[in-house]
């Protein structure tokens, strides 16, 4: 079994930060992709960044003010959002893509999200 948990999420002020973390846990071989994806109400998830092979992507709507990082030593990714907007209001759920054994296939893997709320 995989389980990520994410933390770090709570209510900011426009132009404030925040920082969010995701931890994996459980049975894992090897962690390829990490990313964070976020779905606000009445709307469908959407990717926000994703990291693999130290290779990163962002969402152009965050690009310049989100960073995501990862530490392979503790299977964990973060995601540090500056001059947040009140439009980046939404749950933030954690993806991972994992392989839990040698030739096993890699799996997708979600957290349970967490809320981030930007409001004055």
């Known amino acids: 079994q995989v389980q990520l948990v994410e933390s770090g999420g709570g209510l900011v002020q426009p132009g404030g930060s925040l920082r969010v973390s995701c931890a994996a846990s459980?049975?894992?071989?090897?962690?390829?992709?990490m990313g964070w994806y976020r779905q606000a109400p009445g709307k469908q998830r959407e990717l926000v960044a994703i990291t693999n092979v130290g290779v990163t992507n962002y969402a152009d709507f965050v690009k310049g003010r989100f960073t995501i990082s990862r530490d392979n030593a503790k299977n964990t990714v973060y995601l540090q959002m500056n001059s947040l907007k009140a439009e980046d209001t939404a749950v933030y759920y954690c993806?991972?893509?994992?392989?839990?054994?040698?030739?096993?296939?890699?799996?997708?893997?979600w957290g349970q999200g967490t809320q981030v709320t930007v409001s004055s």
């Open positions: 993806n991972a893509v994992i392989k839990t054994g040698w030739g096993r296939p890699s799996i997708s893997y």
């Open positions: 459980g049975s894992i071989f090897r962690i390829d992709a």
